[in-house]
């Protein structure tokens, strides 16, 4: 086996620039993704008409489809419906002006809204009925109970859920490389493709993917001990 | 961006694509079967606490769980060749369908393995000791006591991660497995309609997730038919 490690530092050099991008493609869909989940979240919980069942259809459909077909379907339609739009109303605008990482990260955080709307109704149904109860006896209103009783019990309820989901995208931003984005997977094959050398490029790209999982999750794991060292056990 | 958008198109395509719905089950099937496997060795020197073998496993765990299947595809993908070649075995000719059940195996591997130890692990000790005490062997007190009941604790993580994988299996194409996805590439390059063909096979996976999730459940219902409702157990 012949392994090139001089260069596999060179990739390794080469595909750290790309990390900024795939930490964008990660982080941004999961903010956008919170404001949607949220509010699917509260949909569902609250039991709209109309808009329940379209909350209900579109967080299986996004968790039952892989996300390359989220972001091939809007890499593809999204244009096809901006023409549209654009044609209608005579927009001075043309559809093939929109750089593709907004396609990426629009998909990306249709299905980050997805995933997460089930964490959060997860996260909200661990606190106890009886807790919001006790809370509104001692005169709170309700945004008062949602800010200090609800929220902060929730979120640390759902601190290792988020991590695992934050770990899991930074993971699936890697098939962006499929519609030529330059993160760390697009990158390693450009410059695997540039020098005839894959397996030290993916073995470079490889380290810094797990390098980053492992930041994370010690970033996290100090998180976890933090939110949840106010709340010990009843037992 | 090809031609105007067809809805007709999709259900067109929808009976072509599930035509190779095989390949992608076959990759599925024997990536759990080996994945189990290798989950159930990778599992025991964490359970035995088993020194260097211990730590080998938890760096290969933590590798997996580390990266993207995508990039385990590539290093097993050219990897794998050139690892052989020190024995002058050449298997750069194989099938590129073997390479991604041996990367899904792998990635089944570790992720099985965790779940397997933490399943052991959340069984009270005090059936094993129970089980030694009504003069059971370990290997009875573990078959008959301690594995049925981790199973029940296993099981909804294995489905979930089994629906993860089949999603997963669409990446199997860009090493140029002829799966659904790959058969929904070749559709594209021959009738440039990329959208319907994507929205096709999205709805053949989310069919088929859906079908999963449904013998899941029923299959878990049966896991925990001695356990009753109301009362919360271990």
């Not at chain 1, 559809?95 to 089930?118: C, K, M, Q, R, W």
């Not at chain 1, 200090?148 to 934050?166: C, D, F, H, K, M």
């Not at chain 1, 493709?193 to 930041?215: D, P």
């Not at chain 2, 990759?27 to 060795?41: A, E, H, N, R």
Request: glycine content about 6%; some cysteine.
């Amino acid at each position: 086996m012949v392994i090139d490690f001089s260069f596999v530092w060179i990739a390794f050099k080469e595909i750290l620039k790309a990390v900024p991008l795939t930490l964008i493609l990660t982080f941004v869909p999961i903010v956008v993704g919170f404001l949607i989940g949220l509010a699917v979240a509260l949909i569902r919980a609250h039991n709209i008409k109309f808009l329940s069942p379209i909350a209900n259809f579109y967080v299986s459909f996004f968790r039952g489809t892989p996300a390359i077909m989220h972001i091939m379907v809007i890499y593809f339609g999204f244009p096809i419906l901006l023409d549209y739009v654009i044609k209608k109303f005579n927009l001075p605008f043309q559809s093939n002006h929109v750089p593709i990482v907004v396609f990426v990260i629009t998909a990306l955080s249709l299905t980050a809204g997805s995933y997460l709307s089930e964490i959060i109704r997860s996260g909200i149904s661990s606190v106890s009925k009886g807790q919001i109860e006790a809370a509104y006896t001692i005169g709170m209103n309700t945004f008062q109970v949602v800010k200090r009783i609800i929220l902060p019990q929730a979120l640390a309820q759902s601190v290792p859920n988020i991590t695992n989901l934050i770990i899991g995208f930074l993971h699936t931003t890697s098939i962006a490389f499929l519609v030529s984005q330059k993160e760390i997977t697009g990158a390693a094959n450009i410059v695997a493709s540039k020098n005839l050398k894959f397996l030290e490029a993916f073995i470079a790209a490889g380290i810094i993917y797990w390098a980053i999982t492992l930041i994370i999750e010690t970033i996290a794991y100090f998180l976890e001990k933090k939110a949840k060292s106010y709340s010990r056990s009843a037992f | 961006m090809g031609k105007a958008f067809d809805p007709a198109l999709i259900i067109e395509f929808i009976p072509m694509l599930v035509k190779y719905l095989g390949v992608t089950l076959e990759i599925l099937c024997f990536s759990i079967l080996f994945g189990t496997i290798l989950g159930i060795i990778v599992a025991l020197p964490k359970l035995f606490h088993v020194p260097i073998a211990r730590q080998i496993v938890t760096v290969y765990i933590s590798f997996i769980r580390g990266t993207p299947i995508l990039i385990q595809l590539f290093l097993v993908y050219y990897g794998l060749p050139a690892f052989l070649s020190i024995w002058d075995i050449d298997i750069t000719r194989m099938d590129a369908l073997y390479f991604v059940i041996i990367t899904y195996s792998l990635s089944h591997g570790a992720i099985f393995a965790e779940i397997f130890r933490s399943a052991i692990q959340a069984i009270d000790v005090g059936q094993t000791e129970a089980a030694y005490s009504v003069g059971m062997k370990p290997i009875q007190s573990f078959f008959r006591i301690v594995f049925p009941q981790a199973i029940r604790i296993a099981f909804p993580n294995m489905a979930n991660s089994v629906i993860g994988s089949l999603k997963d299996t669409s990446l199997a194409f860009t090493i140029g497995v002829m799966d659904m996805m790959g058969r929904g590439e070749t559709l594209i390059a021959s009738t440039a309609h990329a959208l319907e063909v994507y929205i096709s096979l999205s709805i053949v996976y989310y069919v088929i997730v859906l079908l999963f999730e449904k013998v899941f459940s029923v299959s878990e219902k049966y896991l925990n038919r001695y356990h009753s409702q109301g009362i919360s157990s271990i």
